[in-house]
């Protein structure tokens, strides 16, 4: 192999390492101190709530947002450590909401009412959620990840933006119930 | 292929521990494969998490889902491959314990009528690392 293949085959394995590094850095961080406002959401779809909750009925609770679907593991993971804030929260002026928005087309069954109310049962989840099957939610606040949660202070401005898997007791559960305390004290 | 291989290589480079021999592992899986007596897989469709490939012996051809090194697929929302008219699902009996990946590459058998496809590679990938979920499309075409 001549000198020049063995640069430009060192280059490109040293573009592709880059590459990936950079990707991680650049979307997966999550976001403290965001200030902008919300976007009101217009989901008329909704699962343990009698009618469709809209952000400006919630202002002056916290919101926290949870961006997930019941064929995604890291989303399903993630509930016990929700239901817990839920728990914990609810009454001190949390109101935590998932936004149930699908991987797939219809064909892969995320779309039915039915499935999301079997998970949401299965799950054990009583706070309200939200059908985002047209994604509309989803890219009104700009989301790229399952899961993914958004925090959002009683002035209804976004504070928080986080993705990833979260457990009970690990150092991203404590970063949120920080995070919930913090806006609940203000 | 060769963007492949330079892809696995540098994936192993650029990890270690689990993620490192994963990728070893997924170096040894395609030698034992390219070994098995078919022609060498042509590698139809890449993206930084997973790649197709397509497979052919005397069975006939079939696609191959190979994921990059630490990222897995979602065996809950099985792998797709979408045509003007119909749907297409990957499988395979291997999962990881839990049930929620699939432990060895999802296959997908195409039918010898077909004498060519055109379509939407759908599969939701979950990279370790990053404890998330993404979507990824990708174009897909198989001359058969």
Redesign the interface.
Known sequence: MRASHVVLVVGIIGAAMLSRQGDARATLLPRDDVRGPAPAWRNDTWLNSSSPITLESLKGRVVLLNFWTYACYNCTNTVPALTALDAKYRSRGLSLLGMHTPEYPPHGGEHDTTNVRKALTRQQITYPNAMDNDRATWRLYGIRYWPSLVLIDKQGRIRHEGYGEVHVGDRWYADWERRIEQLLAE | MKQAL??R??GV??VTGVTGVTGVLGMLWTASCTGSGGSPPRVLAEH?LLHVEQHTDTTGDVLRLVPETGARI?A??VP?L?LRDT?LYFGGDSLTA?G??FAAPPTLQLSRSMSSIHGTL?A?V?PA???????IELPVSVGL
Do not use: H, K, P, W
Not at chain 2, 129 to 135: E, L, T
């Open positions: 330079v892809a290589f540098a480079l650029g930084t979602n809950q929302l797709a979408e749907v839990d929620a990946y759908r939701s979950c690392a990053q404890r998330v979920c993404v979507i």
